[in-house]
Structure formats: structure tokens, C-alpha cells
């Protein structure tokens, strides 16, 4: 999830109508900077946010793919007569989700990155969250 940047503008003449607007934006967001100037005829402003929707959805899909992966290395782990940390550490589970890797070279800069070893389920872990993409997209 990404910081956007919009601007607006108050200028003097229609400044009611304008505030009004800028209002309402800022309901809908999760600001996470202001900066204004006031240049010639009216205020410029500057807000740095996260859409909330998006953050949502984005917190939504994560969710469903942990537990997409939680659910399979629970039964990889049983397979193999391991434990699910042997299988797939919690921590890489979140970062998985995180990034939602489709291919087995994204899991690997994404297991990589973190100094550690990638699985040798990589194949199985990418069909796990490319199915599950698949079935939040229907």
C-alpha cells in the first residue's frame, strides 16, 4: 500500500465551497501529511494519505492469504512429519501475504531479502497465493 499525493486549492473567492470539498477528501483517507502556502489568491494544499478503502481491501487479501498458507503448511507439515515452522517460518508467512508473490523468482527476492532459506515448496507456496488471488477476484 502506497502514500498518494493530491492537491487542492482554497482560493479566496469560493472558499466555503472549496473547504466543503477538501472535507470531505479527508473523511475518506488516512492523511498522513498537510503542507500549505497560501500563494496570491487563495491557499494550496498538499495531502500525502493511504485511501482507506484500498487499505482495507489490501489488509483483506493479506488476511486470506495467510490463512491460505497457514491452512497448507499445516497439511505439509503433517505430511512430512514436521513441524509448520519447518515447513514455513511465521514470520515469512506475513511477508508472503505482504507481497503476494505469483512467481517462484518474487518468493525468492522475497525470502531472499530476509537472509533466509527459501523452501523447497516454493512452487506449492506460489500456486497457494496465486489461488487465492483467484478466488478474491471471482
Known amino acids: 500500500m502506497s502514500t498518494e499525493i493530491r492537491t487542492f486549492t482554497i482560493p479566496d473567492a469560493a472558499a466555503e465551497e472549496a473547504q466543503a470539498h477538501l472535507s470531505a477528501f479527508l473523511r475518506t483517507v488516512e492523511v498522513q501529511r498537510i503542507d500549505t502556502a497560501y500563494a496570491g489568491d487563495g491557499w494550496r494544499i498538499?495531502?500525502?494519505?493511504?485511501?482507506?478503502?484500498?487499505k482495507e481491501e489490501?489488509?483483506?487479501i493479506e488476511a486470506a492469504i495467510a490463512a491460505a498458507l497457514n491452512s497448507w503448511r499445516d497439511k505439509a507439515a503433517a505430511q512430512a512429519g514436521l513441524t509448520r515452522d519447518a515447513v514455513l517460518a511465521d514470520e515469512l508467512v506475513q511477508e508472503i501475504a505482504r507481497f503476494a508473490p505469483t512467481t517462484e523468482h518474487e518468493l525468492g527476492i522475497i525470502v531472499g531479502a530476509r537472509d533466509m532459506p527459501l523452501s523447497r515448496?516454493?512452487?506449492?507456496i506460489v500456486q497457494v497465493v496465486r489461488s487465492t488471488l483467484d478466488l478474491l477476484i471471482e
Open 46 to 54: 498538499l495531502v500525502l494519505f493511504t485511501d482507506l478503502k484500498r
Open 121 to 124: 515448496h516454493g512452487g506449492e
Open 58 to 60: 489490501s489488509q483483506q
